[in-house]
Every structure is written in structure tokens, then in C-alpha cells.
């Protein structure tokens, strides 16, 4: 049995003006920073005494939030793994939200030239996370820093559709925790809030 917390990385500039980021690699932002900062403490307190092993997604705005967090437990990061970017978003990337909206329609239903599919998101997103949950020792959590969307479909898998409710969204340094028995998932902790 492993304990799961899936985070998303801190608040970037793009988040702020509500533009798409997909696979674009944007840096944190003094906002986000301050975020990693107060979910590493939070993570830090719940984490006591246990040992932890931290991943992250690759793109900087989720490795540095993986190195703030991985510092308040007294480790360092063991992997950044391609396999937890966020979706990419084709010609979408760099748009603001109702550009998005004008152009492609509902977040869930547009499609969008060059974007990474939904499915292929999960399965990546899956596969990566089993990645480090095989890698890590035996009754050793994971925290996995990784993105929003990306949260959101192992969340949907989890939940088996269940959950993010619609209107809901994940916020920066949010952490959603899960108990995973062999193939079994079971969601401990959920960060979804109305949008």
C-alpha cells in the first residue's frame, strides 16, 4: 500500500493572466513561490515521521515546487518525470481564456489543433505515477508535484468520473491524497473547489 499526494506547482505569471500554459515551460512566480512554501509546511506536518519519496513533473514550474517541498522533509527530489508534464495544448498554448473560449468552445470539449488528447493524458499520467510508486521502497509514500489538468484526469480516474465535479478546478500548491492497494486507488484527501 502507498499514500499518494498528488500537488499542483505553484501560481506562474500565466496563471495570474489566466493564459494556457500547456507544455510551455513558464517559472513560478513570486506568488507561486510563496505557495510551495506554505504547502511544503503543510506537507512537512503530515509527512512527520514518515518516509517520503518527491517526484515532479520536468517543466520548472513544477520542479521548483518539488524542491521546496522535498527540502521541508528533509530530501531532495528523486525524479522529474516527462510523464507528469501538463497536457499539452497545441495551438492553444500562450491564449487567454475566452480567446480559448471564442476559438474552441468548452474547455472539455474543444478540440484544439495539435493538442494532446484526454486519454493520452491519463495514460501517461497513470503510467508515470506507477513509474514512481514502483520505484519508490516498499510502505514508502510519493508526493508527485506535477499540473493541473493532468491532476484532474487521475482525479476523474480515480473517482471513475465522479469527481472534479463540473465548475470545479484544482488551485496552485492544492493537494488531492490517495491510498493505491495494487490496482485499487482510494481518494483520502480532495483539493476541487467551485471556480
Known amino acids: 500500500m502507498t499514500i499518494l499526494t498528488l500537488v499542483r506547482h505553484g501560481e506562474t505569471d500565466w496563471n495570474a493572466g ?15 513561490r510563496a505557495q510551495a512554501g506554505e504547502v511544503a509546511e503543510t506537507l512537512a506536518a503530515q509527512y512527520a515521521g514518515r518516509e517520503v519519496v518527491v517526484v515532479s513533473s520536468d517543466l520548472s ?12 522533509l528533509g530530501t531532495s527530489v528523486s525524479r522529474r518525470l516527462p510523464g ?5 495544448y497545441g495551438d492553444a498554448e500562450g491564449m487567454d481564456a ?8 468548452p474547455w472539455h470539449a474543444a478540440d484544439v489543433p495539435g493538442a494532446e488528447t484526454w486519454p493520452v493524458v491519463r495514460e501517461r499520467a ?4 506507477a513509474e514512481a510508486v514502483t520505484a519508490a521502497p516498499d510502505d514508502v ?13 487521475v482525479i476523474l480516474f480515480a473517482t471513475d468520473g465522479e469527481l472534479p465535479r463540473p465548475g470545479e478546478r484544482l488551485p496552485n500548491c492544492s493537494a488531492t491524497t490517495f491510498r493505491l492497494d495494487g490496482e485499487a486507488w482510494e481518494m483520502l484527501a480532495y483539493a476541487g473547489v467551485a471556480s
Open 141 to 153: 509514500d510519493v508526493i508527485a508535484v506535477a499540473h493541473g489538468a493532468l491532476i484532474r484526469e
Open 18 to 32: 489566466g493564459r494556457i500554459q500547456g507544455s510551455t515551460d513558464i517559472p513560478l512566480n513570486a506568488t507561486g
Open 84 to 88: 507528469l508534464r501538463e497536457r499539452s
Open 61 to 72: 514550474r513544477a520542479a521548483e515546487t518539488a524542491d521546496v517541498i522535498a527540502a521541508a
Open 98 to 105: 475566452l480567446t480559448f473560449a471564442d476559438a474552441y468552445g
Open 126 to 129: 497513470l503510467a508515470a505515477i
